[in-house]
């Protein structure tokens, strides 16, 4: 869903609520994923379902999103990737989206436990939104 996208990109990009957040990713974020020479930290958003619901009257429907974030650090130890962690929940936690034709319904953080993995001297974290649109 591409106006998903959009208003991900521009809420993280130009919001004053997303300027620590874009302070702290010195490598940015991307959608999906970061080209090969991306400086760390980063992080990368991707649409992991889509699922459409049409209402009865045939005239408007919901979609409900899952979106996984990652975050990516080489520091020493994943303590400065946790901190990173906190500003994105603060920016998206509850969230209110502004998209064309569509209304946010919500923007809930999925229940499982947020854990850091270390996989080649890169530290990762991923944590999982539950959107809801209506259009």
Same mark, same amino acid.
């Given at each position: 869903m591409i106006e998903l996208w959009k208003a991900l990109h521009t809420f993280y990009s130009t919001h004053a609520s997303a300027a620590a957040l874009r302070t702290a990713l010195? $490598? $940015?974020?991307? +959608?999906? @994923? *970061?080209?090969? &020479?991306? $400086?760390y930290p980063y992080g990368t958003f991707q649409l992991i379902t889509d699922t459409a619901t049409e209402f009865a009257s045939g005239h408007h429907f919901t979609e409900d999103c899952i979106v996984q974030f990652s975050l990516f650090s080489n520091a020493e130890s994943q303590n400065s990737l946790l901190l990173i962690l906190d500003l994105l /929940? *603060?920016?998206? &936690?509850? /969230? +209110? /989206?502004? @998209?064309d034709t569509y209304t946010t319904l919500s923007c809930v953080r999925m229940g499982r436990p947020i854990t850091t993995t270390k996989i080649d001297d890169v530290w990762q974290i991923t944590i999982d939104y539950r959107i809801k649109l209506r259009e």
């Open positions: 010195t $490598g $940015g974020m991307y +959608n999906t @994923i *970061a080209p090969e &020479d991306t $400086g /929940l *603060a920016c998206f &936690d509850y /969230l +209110n /989206l502004t @998209i």
